[in-house]
């Protein structure tokens, strides 16, 4: 039996559908961090999310983008806010950030010593040098 169901992702894609199963939802390559139910509350024009998930229990919102905000005040301490690009990779599924400023090897060492994630060097990119988190 269909029932309206929703689930969020690593990389925070909100996704909903009348589907038997949560992972029903799943696209190849998604990494769900929790889901429920939800129905639509017409006289506030609002979508209300309820219980949780059999598939993957309930969502885990902090999750999202607290990755993300380490990794930003890393470079942030470190070189000043020099981010161009930091976004996760549903390809790669892993965390990609390039820099407006290229950075001699050894710095780049410097700064992947103080992430509290794994990051690996990633070349160069457009803007300045890259980096790559799997998580």
């Given amino acids: 039996m269909t029932l309206p169901k929703f689930i969020i992702t690593m990389d ?9 199963q949560h ?4 696209k190849p390559g998604d990494q769900c ?9 017409y006289t506030t024009n609002r979508i209300l999310l309820d219980r949780e998930s ?3 229990g309930r969502p885990k919102w902090h999750l999202i983008w607290r990755t993300q905000d380490e990794i930003r005040t890393v470079v942030n301490a470190v070189l000043g806010e020099s ?3 930091l976004s996760y ?3 790669r599924m892993a965390i990609e950030l390039e820099l407006t400023q290229y950075l001699e090897e ?3 060492d410097a700064l992947i010593n103080q992430f509290p994630i794994p990051a ?7 803007k300045g040098t890259k980096f790559v988190f799997y998580i």
């Fill in 54 to 56: 059999y598939d993957f």
């Fill in 106 to 108: 050894e710095d780049a």
């Fill in 12 to 20: 925070g894609v909100f996704r909903l559908g009348m589907v038997n």
């Fill in 120 to 126: 690996d060097y990633d070349g160069i990119g457009s």
């Fill in 83 to 85: 981010i161009w690009n």
């Fill in 89 to 91: 990779n549903e390809r």
């Fill in 33 to 41: 961090i929790g889901g429920g139910y939800y129905h639509f509350d």
């Fill in 23 to 26: 992972k029903d939802l799943l």
